[in-house]
């Protein structure tokens, strides 16, 4: 039998996450995703992911220490940035960075060790890059800041008291079961390949749109919907085309993402007048009454117009996903590898057989 898109299948048992498609309910090791976006933060959920508990105080603390340890890039790293061109897709870049580190790193740390470090340097990375691209010296990590703060920081050079949306944000894109970028981790991590080799190629999957890519796409899909009383005639002229709106529809969800729904109160509560913001609420307004495609908006949604509210740039919009998917990634793969089985499945062949290898000078040119 083919399970086309591999809709459905199980391969594997796992205690990280937990997704209600049908009721619209996502758990993180059995804890409701919104109470901790609401109350946790980026490390203690970090540590929640990898560890399977929250931590005590001084677990926490000495936790949170370690990551801000990991924030600096060597001198070397450092050293490349200066000689990339400044015009590449984050998700590339943070490719470029991840490859550099898997082939210096020791090669029999801890895993989880390792993911610690992934984790704890995407942010400078990100951020280095972009000071770099628009030609500004970048700004070194402090440890004196939370990872999200920090992260702020070092883009913009000053702090932000909305800053804890974001951590929201994160705590919320953190983990979501076997995802398209997480099997595509698990793959490589079931050959029994490195930890950064899983991670480049889990970041290879999230750039595409029908993944994480989409966050960017939704900004310049409002834009050019224009105005609230364009959203008809836009979704219309969508369905006729076969053109797929953006920042809608889900494999699992069969009813509203519980994200998307966390995220449009931020939004509602903190930046209801942004213009893109209305329309989007508009657009799922028409979308959901009028039971288009039995689709409903997902997180890219409205984490896209949370971000670029921040003042990201929209070609980091998929690395900010992966700044907090990068968690979840690696708690699979560790999870994954302690009862590892090679990732190795079949296609059924339709093809002809017993064909006739016909030397190149009999070849017909035209058939
Ligand atoms: N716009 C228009 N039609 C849609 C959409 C959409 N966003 N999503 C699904 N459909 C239609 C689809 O065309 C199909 O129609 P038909 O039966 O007439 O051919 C039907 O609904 C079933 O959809 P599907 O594409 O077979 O479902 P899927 O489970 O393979 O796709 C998806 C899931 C996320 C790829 C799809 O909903 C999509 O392309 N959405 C837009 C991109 C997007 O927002 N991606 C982010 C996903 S959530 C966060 C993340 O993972 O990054």
Redesign the pocket.
Known sequence: MIQK?LEGVKICKSSICYLDGINGRLFYRGIPVEELAEKSTFEETAYLLWYGKLPTKNELEKFKKKMAEYRDLSDEAVNILYHLPRNLHYIDVLKIFLSIHGSTDGVDEDLKEKAIKIASVFPTILAYYYRYSKGEEPIKPRKDLSHVENFYYMMFGEMNGKVRLLESAFILLMEQDI?ASTFAALVIASTLSDLYSCIVGALGALKG????G?SEKVPPMLEEIGSEDRVEEFVQK?LKEKR????????VYRTYDPRAVYLKKVLQRHFQDSRLFKIASKLEDYIVSNRI?N?YP???LYSSILFEEFGFPRNMFTALFATARVVGWTAHVIEYVSDNKLIRPTSEYVGPLNIEYIPIERRDENG
Do not use: E, S
């Open positions: 898109g995802n749109p029908l993944h994480g989409a969508c797929k709106i953006m920042g809608f529809g889900h494999r495609k689709i997902n997180v890219d």
